[in-house]
């Protein structure tokens, strides 16, 4: 009995850690991607902002009780 | 004039004036507002502008007579490819799908190139990319890299759009501060509620869309960056050695590969600047272009084909700078035996923990 649970530990585990070694190897093989962004393309020193506002609207606060402990409730 | 309507950003339900406590109040969730506040978000919402990608037109250059001699056009009956070259230049294959092409008996252009990037590298250096390519590659089956023969090395001018523009945007977010407490009796959850402005402007130079249908989009933003800073003028004599496709998809066509492009960047660009918040969430974006134009160029291209179990491998390399880039096959045997072999030293290791752990 003191062999189940590390056994079945070690099986997720060690199923979780070779997919994701796996994945990684299986990365190497693709190269080709659509591109998304044009981060390079941005000229250089031509970001600028003119307007930066942080405008605070409201707060709100949740109270939730605690769940109280079993001896108490018995009492 | 309208009435603006404020939504609750804690519930989302229209919030009302509570004459009562003077303060914009929330009827569904109590929570109230600060007048000073609302009236800064309703000076911010008044100067919102529509979005616009709007891009200037484009005349381009003609082909002069001048500019023609010397030139030959090939026609691919196979994939519809029409190819330029100069007439000193045998052409034999089409560099896209490999079948014979023909020598067509006039040249009729359509826009002459603005600009061209000559090739820096040689068809050696793409071989050698493409042995370098393989390295390292634990997963790639050894009879395709062994028996591998490229069918044709090509070294192609793609035609390319470069998209330059200005964009101004102005962006809004709706953000959270979190805070966490307990006492005895209860836990308590604080969560501050602002409304992020940020205005500003960025440039755009040369953006590349590929303006080729045979050449696969994917293959070409792959081959990015080129070094624009080398570009020239366009000569005919450039072509010499190598194939020139002529674009088969407008600037219009293109154009939309472009806007996405933009707007992610700037859209990230922005949100760079938003920070020391828990949750950030864009709840607006407008972005206009400001003075777009684009240029029609030729970059260089080594196109390497090859099949393999009767599917077919494109690989290309930046003819300028010589990043190479191609998808490659993998062999499942070699999968399984790499997945065995990581799972059996994982689970040893994670179960000697595990136990001593446990008994401790």
């Given at each position: 009995m003191e062999f189940v649970y590390p056994i079945l530990i070690a099986i997720v585990v060690g199923l979780i850690i070779a997919f994701v070694l796996t994945s990684g190897l299986r990365a190497e093989l693709k190269s080709v991607h659509q591109a998304t962004q044009a981060n390079i393309y941005i000229k250089q020193g031509s970001f600028k902002l003119s307007n930066e506002q942080d405008l605070y609207i409201c707060t709100k606060v949740d109270k939730t009780a605690k769940p109280k402990p079993q001896q108490q409730q018995q009492r | 004039m309208g009435l603006q309507e404020y939504r609750c950003p804690c519930c989302g339900g229209s919030i009302e004036f509570n004459s009562s406590i003077g303060k914009m109040k929330c009827p569904f969730c109590d929570t109230e507002f600060e007048m000073e506040s609302l009236k800064d978000l309703d000076q911010a919402l008044d100067k919102e502008e529509p979005e616009s990608m709007t891009w200037n037109s484009y005349e381009g250059q003609s082909w002069s007579g001048e500019d023609m001699t010397g030139m030959a056009a090939y026609h691919c009956k196979s994939c519809g490819a029409e190819i330029v070259t100069a007439e000193t230049t045998a052409a034999s294959?089409?560099?896209?799908?490999g079948n014979p092409i023909v020598m067509m008996n006039n040249f009729a252009g359509n826009l002459k190139p603005d600009f061209i990037i000559p090739f820096k590298l040689d068809k050696n250096a793409a071989k050698e990319a493409l042995t370098k390519h393989f390295q390292?590659?634990?997963?790639?089956?050894s009879a395709f890299s062994s028996?591998?023969?490229?069918d044709e090395v090509t070294g192609v001018y793609v035609p390319f759009w470069l998209f330059n523009s200005g964009a101004d945007a102005d962006i809004r977010y709706k953000c959270t501060k979190v805070r966490r407490w307990s006492d005895a009796d209860y836990n308590y959850k604080e969560t501050k509620y602002y409304t992020v402005l940020r205005s500003g402007s960025l440039a755009f130079e040369n953006i590349p869309v590929d303006a080729?249908?045979?050449?696969a989009d994917d293959l070409m933003d792959s081959l990015?960056?080129?070094?624009?800073?080398e570009k020239k003028d366009f000569m005919t004599a450039y072509l010499s050695g190598y194939l020139a496709d002529k674009y088969d998809v407008s600037a219009d066509e293109s154009v939309e590969r472009a806007n996405v492009r933009i707007k992610n960047s700037t859209i990230q660009q922005f949100r760079s600047t938003v920070k020391d918040y828990d949750t950030v969430e864009t709840e607006n974006s407008n972005i206009r272009l400001r003075d777009g134009s684009y240029k029609y160029v030729l970059l260089p291209m080594w196109i390497l084909n090859t099949s393999w179990n009767g599917q077919k491998f494109v690989f290309g390399m930046n003819g300028q700078t010589g990043k190479f880039v191609g998808d490659l096959p993998m062999d499942k045997g070699k999968f399984w035996k790499y997945f065995l072999l990581y799972f059996v030293i994982a689970a040893v290791i994670v179960f000697i923990i595990a136990y001593l752990l446990m008994n401790k």
């Open positions: - | 294959a089409c560099p896209f799908c390292g590659k634990r997963l790639l089956p028996q591998n023969h490229i080729s249908k045979k050449m990015e960056p080129f070094k624009f800073e």
